[in-house]
Each structure stands twice: as structure tokens, then as C-alpha cells.
């Protein structure tokens, strides 16, 4: 099963692999439509002699137009192409940028554009005249007598091949950018596990479960924010067409201190606050920041991470202005704070991230860490051989191994533990994962991922202690028409169990995971 995060990745890879191709194949496309030049920049120049030149109709078709041209004698028209340098309007100099020169071919004449020099020997492209060219040099009846033995087309000798280099070099870092950018796309849409994020949730736990919870997250977010980034309870998640990301909240907010230096207005070292520092800097604290400064920092995290620059400088200045020996009242904060203070707040929370800021300024402690559990273990649904309902030999089959399953389970006399438990079904109840304490077989806490107290324990977690997840094996190989089970390696608990209580039923399909069993004695808490 990929899960959500899963999908995303793959969706989001797959975009950004079809768009890179699409820029790729454009590219290319363009770059391979000039067919006449491509030849004459792989071939070229060509030694074109007068008969060459006489059998000419249109340059602008002719397959050979980039040429080398010697000449018999080189007569200089006089004409000459300047660089002017202007400032504020004002001619400043001028310099020669080039000369117009007639080559000799015979009883022919071939205009050619050149340096400074006079060659006789010039090589570049054949182009049409221009009408001021043909007018300053057929502005005399002498000239224009000569008109028909000029060819009419003259040869510029400016680079020919450099427009060629350049498109190489463009098409190069295309392509390094379709490897850089594309490539590892295309894995990550293939396996997304080898994608960094997947690598980055895979650390924190239970993939599916992480998975289930930032859906819910994304799906009933508090607040949104720019750039794609949604608020939820835990967790921070940017969605885009190309980009996809999920950061902890409380990495966010108390992981990531290194955000700002010393702040002018709040340490007397007199240091300006800088804010360029990079956000995913882990588990570094800069001592001398003092707890004002961390505040800030806090702040500027969270607003950072969905691109608001106007919610840094609005939490830094609300920071500065309010009380030092507020932070860490919790209940004495709002009423410590004046009118002004609040008034600040409602309007940054009508922004866009007011839980950010009220939780941020004014806590000074770490949220308590999650429970300790055990890590996740991969187990794989068994493939059934019929898509149809279970036959009674594999009913059979599956009562036979949730009652020695249970009775290995009961002899290990493990009774107080924690255990990680998702459930899923055409119902309403929520899918994402809960930790469900037992004591003596008994559930008596529920909290969520990341330990905080989800009150009494209650549906649809609360009936999947180990005991209730054999009976739910048990009832299901009895009354379901579709039942798949895999078993914890480890303790031998139902991990996973897929069902359809009546095929042809569009509502009432059901699954469970349970994962994370961590054995505890009666001392623990």
C-alpha cells in the first residue's frame, strides 16, 4: 500500500518528468528546424568560385550560403559601419566597426562585409542586399552603370558559427537540467521510497500512519497559507503542481532555532537580526540569543515556512513590544496583555497563521516527546488465489491461525503495552493513527502520534487491543465474504487486516493496522 504521501510523490514526480521531457522535446524541436544551417554550420564554409556564385537565384534557399570567397582584386567602396558611443543623447566617439569592400571574380563583383582590414580571402554567409547598403553605394550614374555585374548578395563575414555554439550551449544546460531535475524525478515516481521526503517521514515512524495524519491534516487544515503550505494540528504540508512537502509542526516551530541572530532591539550586543539563515538547520541553538531572541526565531521559523516575510517583521516587532516576563504564563499571558498587543495578534491571526504566533509566544518549554515505541515492522498482505468470496477451507484455514496465533500471543503473558492503531472503512470515523495504552488488557489511554492526550479511549481505536484484534480476525473469517490478514513477525498479533463484509456492496469494506507494540511493566508511565 503506497498511502497518501506515497501518491503525492508520484504525482507530483510525474509531473515535473512529463514537463521537463515536453521542455526537452521543444527544445530540440527548435533547435533542429533550421535544416539549412545545421548543414552549412557541420560542412561549411564552402569554396565557392565565380560559377558558383552565378549560379545563385535566391540566397535565401540556396543549400550552400555559408562560403569562403578569394578574390581576384579588392577594391575598397569607401563605405564604412560605425559604433557610436552616446551619453545622455550627446555623441561621445565613435569607432570603426567594419568596412565594406568589392571583391573581384572575374568580370563579377562581390560585396563583402569585413574588418577594419582589406582580406583577400573572406568567409561568412551570403545575405540579400539591404536598401541602405544598395543605396550608398549605387549613388553615383557611374555606379549605378555597374549595377548589373554586382551580385545580389553580399557576403558577411561575422561569425557564422557562433548562434550554432550558443544553441549547443543552451541545449547543454538542458540537458543537465533535465538530469538534475527530470531524473531523479523519474525514480521517485517509479519507487517513491528513494524520494528525500519519503526518506525524511520514514524516520519519524509508521509511513502509512504519518501518512494518514498529514492527509487529515491537509484535508481539515486550520489555516492556508502561501505557496501551497496548509496548517494542521501536527503537521505543515505544501501541495503544488510540482512541489510536494510535510514538515512537523513542532520541528518547525521548536527545532529549527538558528534563524536569526542577534537582534538590535532585543540583546545588548547591538547586532542587527538576519534573517537568511537557511530554516532546516537541525538541533542547533545559538547560546547567546537570549529568550527574546528565540522567540522570534520560533516566530520567524513557522512564517518562514510558508514564505510570509510581512509575518516575520509583524511577529518580530509584536515580540519587541510586548512585556519580557510574559512568555511562559500560559494562562496569565492574555491578561498581561494590553489592548495594543492584542490587537496586533487578532490581525496577524486573520493573515494567516494565528496559531503559529499564539503558540509560539508564548510557550518556552519543548512539547513533550512522543511515546516511546517500538520501531515499525514491515509486513506484506498474503495474496489470495480467487477473487471471490472465502471458501470453507479457507475460513477454516484462517480460524486455525487466529487460534494459535492467540494462544502463542497469550503465553508470552504480555497484558500492558502500547500499540500504534489506525482504522479504516466506508464510515465516518477518522483514519489517522492513535496510541492506544493497555494495563492488565484493559485500554485505559488514547494519545495521538506525538503523545498528547487524546482523552478517554473511545471508537474506533479503543477496540483494537491485541485481544480485540483477534476477534476481529475471528469474527470476520466467520461472517465476512472477503478477509486478509498479515501477522506482526515479532509478536504474532494481527498487523494488518483488509476485509469486505458482503461483495457487490459499494459500503462496507473495512481495514485495521496495528503496529509499534511496546511492551511496558506497571511502572512505566
Excluded at 512564517?303 to 513590544?321: M, P
Excluded at 498482505?381 to 480467487?386: A, K
Amino acid at each position: 500500500m503506497d498511502g497518501w504521501i506515497a501518491g503525492r510523490i508520484r504525482a507530483t514526480s510525474l509531473r515535473r518528468v512529463v514537463v521537463w521531457t515536453l521542455v526537452l522535446v521543444g527544445f530540440v524541436v527548435v533547435a533542429t528546424s533550421d535544416r539549412r544551417y545545421i548543414a552549412n554550420f557541420l560542412s561549411g564554409p564552402y569554396a565557392l568560385a565565380q560559377a558558383d556564385l552565378d549560379s545563385i537565384g535566391d540566397v535565401t534557399s540556396t543549400p550552400r550560403y555559408y562560403a569562403r570567397v578569394t578574390a581576384e582584386r579588392v577594391i575598397d567602396t569607401g563605405i564604412r559601419e560605425y559604433t557610436v558611443h552616446t551619453q545622455n543623447g550627446v555623441e561621445t566617439s565613435r569607432e570603426e566597426a567594419g568596412a565594406y569592400n568589392a571583391f573581384v571574380l572575374g568580370d563579377r563583383y562581390l560585396v563583402v562585409k569585413t574588418g577594419t582590414d582589406e582580406p583577400s580571402v573572406a568567409e561568412g554567409k551570403l545575405v540579400p542586399w539591404t536598401s541602405d547598403l544598395e543605396t550608398q553605394l549605387f549613388d553615383t550614374k557611374d555606379m549605378r552603370s555597374l549595377r548589373p555585374r554586382f551580385y545580389p548578395f553580399y557576403l558577411d563575414s561575422d561569425s557564422f558559427r557562433r548562434a550554432g555554439f550558443v544553441v549547443i550551449g543552451v541545449g547543454i544546460v538542458f540537458l543537465l537540467l533535465f538530469v538534475w531535475q527530470a531524473m531523479p524525478a523519474w525514480r521517485a515516481w517509479r519507487n517513491p521510497e528513494r524520494h528525500p521526503l519519503w526518506k525524511r517521514v520514514a524516520q519519524w515512524g509508521d509511513p502509512l500512519g504519518i501518512a494518514l495524519e498529514a492527509e487529515h491534516d491537509y484535508e481539515n487544515s486550520l489555516m492556508r497559507g502561501k505557496a501551497g503550505w496548509r496548517l494542521g494540528n501536527k503537521f505543515l504540508v505544501r501541495s503544488t503542481f510540482f512541489t510536494f512537502n510535510v514538515l512537523r509542526f513542532h520541528d518547525v516551530l521548536w527545532g529549527y532555532k538558528k534563524i536569526t541572530r542577534h537582534s538590535r532591539q532585543l540583546h545588548s550586543h547591538g547586532q542587527d537580526v538576519r534573517s537568511d539563515r537557511r530554516l532546516l538547520w537541525r538541533h542547533r541553538h545559538h547560546c547567546g540569543q537570549g529568550k527574546e531572541g528565540e522567540r522570534v526565531a520560533h516566530l520567524c521559523a513557522a512564517a518562514r515556512a510558508v514564505g510570509d516575510l510581512r509575518l516575520q517583521r509583524s511577529a518580530r516587532r509584536d515580540v519587541q513590544q510586548t512585556p519580557a516576563g510574559l512568555c511562559g504564563q500560559r494562562g496569565a499571558a492574555a491578561q498581561g496583555m494590553g489592548a495594543e498587543s492584542r490587537k496586533r495578534l487578532a490581525a496577524m491571526s486573520s493573515r494567516l497563521l494565528a496559531a503559529l504566533i499564539v503558540v509560539g509566544g508564548c510557550r518556552s518549554a519543548a512539547p513533550p516527546p512522543p511515546p516511546s515505541l517500538e520501531p515499525d515492522t514491515r509486513v506484506v498482505l498474503p495474496q489470495r488465489d480467487s477473487p471471490g468470496a472465502l471458501t470453507p477451507v479457507e475460513r477454516d484455514s484462517l480460524l486455525r491461525e487466529v487460534a494459535a496465533r492467540r494462544a502463542a500471543w497469550r503465553a508470552r503473558h504480555i497484558s500492558s503495552y502500547r500499540i500504534q492503531v489506525a482504522v479504516g472503512c466506508f464510515c465516518p470515523w477518522p483514519s489517522y493513527p492513535a496510541i492506544l495504552e493497555t494495563r492488565d488488557g484493559v485500554a485505559v489511554a488514547l494519545r495521538d502520534t506525538a503523545g498528547k492526550s487524546l482523552g478517554t479511549p473511545r471508537e474506533p481505536w479503543s477496540s483494537y487491543t491485541v485481544e480485540g484484534l483477534f476477534d476481529a480476525v475471528e469474527q470476520g473469517a466467520r461472517r465476512s465474504d472477503v478477509l486478509v490478514v498479515a501477522y506482526d513477525p515479532t509478536y504474532g498479533y494481527p498487523a494488518q487486516i483488509r476485509g469486505d463484509a458482503k461483495l457487490g456492496l459499494p459500503d462496507d469494506w473495512f481495514w485495521v493496522k496495528a503496529s509499534r507494540l511496546t511492551p511496558r511493566d506497571h511502572t512505566d508511565r
